[in-house]
């Protein structure tokens, strides 16, 4: 278990006044950590944003190489904390024992939804319609016809992404092929954290006639943009702006701004404004959207951005209804 504690001298009970008067904030990742360049490091520039701003002490907990934190670290950090954020499905059950074990603690859940506990608020993204808008654009730009897709662990989470983008492929071009694999299946998180294996799996796509991959697997996603790479063929990274890991070969990145939701959950804690309950960020409101495409936008014809544009204003008006299986749940 790699646990930064930033705030080690509170935790450690000295005495300084100073210390003791400035919260402390807990933040527990999701897979496979920070350095993902992706899911855990959109989020951490959110929660060190606020941290700048309010001046709280901070403790950081990651998950270990099999990609998961235990329970009891978990409550650990916690307890020991006066608001915690904690980012991804996994967290879910650990997030409401834990509400419910410390009635006094506050505690932030970023992708997954968590429901009448007064001191647990939930965000939840509308990654499906971000990817609709991805699965439409790689259609378009697409010379084979054939697409792809590589998920980390298959949870509902990232099958959304899946739909949003099949959905997408569909209305730009309903005879649009879609090649799909998942790294581990649900409930195995180290599908988050292998990069070679996305590697693989992305190659093994190319090969056959795909030409764009939408990559949503955390760290694994770097292998599918490597596979891009060194194939001169096209990835769609995922969550932060992914388009400079490799630039020319990211054609856009479906952005689900994590960093908006963290600092703005924490500030209404810091300034008194908790609010439990879930909040949905979507297209409507910027949680999610696709990147500048700063390297790429030569590939992509002014006519197809138009489209893109226009299919962006559908949904948000609900003239084009994406599937949102995680409503369903």
Known sequence: ??????????????????????????????????????????????????????????????????????????????????????????????????????????????????????????????????????????????ASGKIGFVGGAKIPEVRAFEQGYREGAAYANPRTEILVDYTSPAGDYSGFSNPDKGFQLATGQFEKGADIIFAVAGGTGNGVIEAARRSGRLAIGVDADQDALAKGSVLTSMMKRLDVAAYNELKSVMENRFTPGTRVYGLKNGGVGLSEMR????????????????????????EITVTDILSAK
């Open 295 to 318: 390297y790429t936008r030569d590939k992509v014809p002014d006519a197809v951005m138009k489209k893109i544009d226009e299919i962006g204003k559908k949904i948000i008006a609900g």
């Open 1 to 142: 278990m790699r646990t930064v504690l930033l705030a080690l001298l509170f935790v450690l009970g000295m005495s300084s006044p100073t210390l003791a008067e400035k919260p402390l904030v807990g933040f527990i990742t999701g897979s496979p950590g920070l350095g993902d360049q992706s899911f855990n490091d959109m989020a951490h520039a959110g929660v060190l944003k606020a941290q700048r701003e309010f001046g709280f002490n901070l403790v950081i907990l990651e998950p270990t190489a099999e990609a998961e934190a235990t329970e009891k670290d978990v409550l650990d950090v916690i307890g020991k904390t006066d608001v915690t954020i904690l980012l991804g499905a996994q967290h879910t059950e650990v997030a409401r024992k834990a509400a419910l074990q410390y009635p006094k603690k506050k505690c932030i859940l970023l992708d997954a939804a968590i429901e009448d506990i007064p001191n647990v608020s939930s965000v939840m993204f509308g990654q499906h319609e971000g990817s609709f808008l991805a699965g439409a654009l790689a259609a378009y730009v697409s």
